[in-house]
């Protein structure tokens, strides 16, 4: 079956420090996958996606993302965080039909 | 466009009460999907359309039915409400899921007491 893990639920990061959120599926076809990220009292917000092609994707406000199939890893990273990339962060998989399945949530917070 | 519109945004039911919560957009996407989010637990799919007349069960249908007679409408019935019911709900549409992901509406919070 499918499923996606995130490994820690809460992260605790300094402002200015790397940012890494850890995120491993499990899928037998090559797989497609996104992470979104949610602020508190907020719906979902597309951070970035991994479809095809190149395994290196950037997305929206800083964050990147590198597709490892060797390692079924797809990890979330920013050089620099900020204050405003305080929220929770959803990894998700998509492999047949319409269901996009998500992880746990990792929930970042930034100290000043 | 207004995109993904959830109504109501809050509701408080009583246990065996039922409801339908409400779940339209305007984007002609033809996949929806509708989610609960739990602490801890991340969200986890109840059901979802591939295209109007077309629904299936995902990871947590119990207790839950849906219909999809339209591109537009994805209303979420709860036959019977539970306290487990208690969530926060998603309702989600996409042009491609594989490409595109979910658009995500802004969720209904619902207690069940």
């Known amino acids: 079956a499918q499923s996606v893990t995130q490994l820690g639920s809460h992260v605790s990061v300094s402002e200015g420090a790397l940012v890494l959120l850890r995120c491993n599926y499990s899928?037998?076809?090559?797989?497609?996958l996104f992470w979104y990220v949610q602020y508190p009292n907020q719906g979902l917000q597309l951070l970035l996606k991994y479809t095809t092609g190149a395994t290196l994707v950037k997305g929206i406000n800083g964050f990147e993302a590198e597709f490892k199939k060797s390692e079924t890893s797809f990890h979330l990273t920013k050089p620099s965080a900020h204050m405003s990339d305080a929220a929770e962060y959803f990894c998700a998989h998509y492999n047949q039909g319409g269901k996009l399945i998500f992880g746990q949530g990792t929930e970042l917070s930034v100290k000043p | 466009n207004a995109g993904v519109t959830q109504t109501p945004k809050f509701q408080v039911l009583k246990t065996g009460q039922s409801m339908t919560l409400q779940c339209a957009q305007d984007?002609?996407?033809?996949?929806m999907s509708w989610y609960r989010q739990d602490p801890g637990m991340g969200l986890r799919l109840i059901h979802y359309s591939v295209g109007a007349g077309i629904t299936d069960q995902g990871e947590v249908p119990n207790g839950y039915n849906v219909s999809r007679s339209t591109t537009e409408d994805f209303p979420l019935r709860l036959l019977s409400a539970a306290p487990s019911q208690t969530s926060v709900y998603f309702c989600?549409?996409?042009?491609?899921?594989?490409?595109?992901?979910?658009?995500f509406g802004s969720g209904t919070r619902l207690t069940v007491v």
């Open positions: 989600a549409s996409s042009y491609g899921v594989s490409n595109y992901g979910y658009t």
């Open positions: 899928s037998s076809v090559p797989p497609y």
């Open positions: 984007m002609n996407h033809e996949y």
